[in-house]
Nanobody
Framework: QVRLVESGGGLVQAGGSLRLTCRTSGIITSVFNPNTVAWYRQAPGKQRELVASMTGGPSRSTNYADSVKGRFTISRDNARKAVYLQMNSLKPEDTAVYYC???????????????WGQGTQVTVSS
């Protein structure tokens, strides 16, 4: 079965850094490689929001929420079928549960994410 498992969350002081990892399984290479992956987050009492996404193939186009541009970087390792989120200069407002998501079907607009991880907590203290 398809699984996405996030790790790397924790408690960090403002200005610090964290690197989140999303390990995937159950998605064959020919499906994973050309498809888009993303990170979402949900803060207490708030709606889930897109943090960053990256398309597949050689282009690997990225999209970031305005609030994280210049601070967060999404990347992927197709050989490992893994997704990463490097978070620098963290702010208290970044506190949320962070979720990894993966699309498995091409040709949809907007992108439809078929699979989600369970989330990892990121807490940034002031």
């Amino acid at each position: 079965q398809v699984r996405l498992v996030e790790s790397g969350g924790g408690l960090v002081q403002a200005g610090g850094s964290l690197r989140l990892t999303c390990r995937t399984s159950g998605i064959i290479t020919s499906v994973f490689n050309p498809n888009t992956v993303a990170w979402y987050r949900q803060a207490p009492g708030k709606q889930r929001e897109l943090v960053a996404s990256m398309t597949g193939g050689p282009s690997r186009s990225t999209n970031y929420a305005d609030s994280v541009k210049g601070r967060f970087t999404i990347s992927r390792d197709n050989a490992r079928k893994a997704v990463y989120l490097q978070m620098n200069s963290l702010k208290p407002e970044d506190t949320a549960v962070y979720y990894c998501a993966a699309a498995t079907k091409l040709g949809y607009s907007p992108i439809q994410y078929d699979y989600w991880g369970q989330g990892t907590q990121v807490t940034v203290s002031s």
